[in-house]
T-cell receptor
């Protein structure tokens, strides 16, 4: 079956530009997660959705970062006024159950963002 | 604050050898995850370990969990080139609001 997909796969932005990153989770998955992965590092949690509700956004690094999942399926991570330190791979993951249950997260291929 | 440390961060080894990757974490947690990542690819789940003494095996990989020592190991037996990848461990707990906290990864290169 189809896995988690993300688009675009690569994005080059000029400093100050706004970007929008899309995630299509596995159909029927309740939970959706966004992570930021810097080169040579493990992923860092950004935000979590249970259906359309954003239950945890404690990892968003600044108010320039905004995520939504209005219909409980597709999610968009938006970064306003991009800065060079935003350059990273942005990973989306989904899982069938809610986050307090033990559940494997299925990851998309990521969007590699480069801010010049 | 929940922290996760992996070692080594880089490992180069010959095919046929055995080796172990270590994952230490800083606070109480009973849920530990191992993932594999190939260059430019997505993260793939390998194991989920839920209790003290848990051991899981898949092919040449075996993972174990010691919650008292706050330590998990990923053991590679008779390594083959196809196992070359970066391996991550991750932990969640009430301290992290059940969000995954990840180690920095162990980049494993297996030479034929």
């Amino acid at each position: 079956g189809a896995g988690v997909s993300q688009s675009p796969r690569y994005k080059v932005a000029k400093r100050g530009q706004d970007v929008a990153l899309r995630c299509d989770p596995i159909s029927g998955h309740v939970s959706l997660f966004w992570y930021q992965q810097a080169l040579g590092q493990g992923p860092e949690f950004l935000t979590y959705f249970q259906n359309e509700a954003q239950l945890d956004k404690s990892g968003l690094p600044s108010d320039r970062f905004f995520a939504e999942r209005p219909e409980g399926s597709v999610s968009t991570l938006k970064i306003q006024r991009t800065q060079q330190e935003d350059s990273a791979v942005y990973l989306c993951a989904s899982s069938l159950a809610n986050w307090v249950e033990v559940e494997t997260q299925y990851f998309g291929p990521g969007t590699r963002l480069l801010v010049l | 604050e929940l922290k996760v440390e992996q070692n080594p961060l880089f490992l180069s080894m010959q095919e046929g050898k055995n080796y172990t990757i270590y994952c230490n974490y800083s606070t109480t947690s009973d849920r530990l995850y191992w993932y594999r990542q190939d260059p430019g690819k997505s993260l793939e789940s390998l194991f989920v370990l839920l209790s003290n003494g848990a051991v899981k095996q898949e092919g040449r990989l075996m993972a174990s969990l010691d919650t008292k020592a706050r330590l998990s190991t990923l053991h590679i037996t008779a390594a083959v080139h196809d196992l070359s990848a970066t391996y991550f461990c991750a932990v969640d707990s009430v301290d992290s609001n059940y969000q995954l906290i990840w180690g920095a990864g162990t980049k494993l290169i297996i030479k034929p």
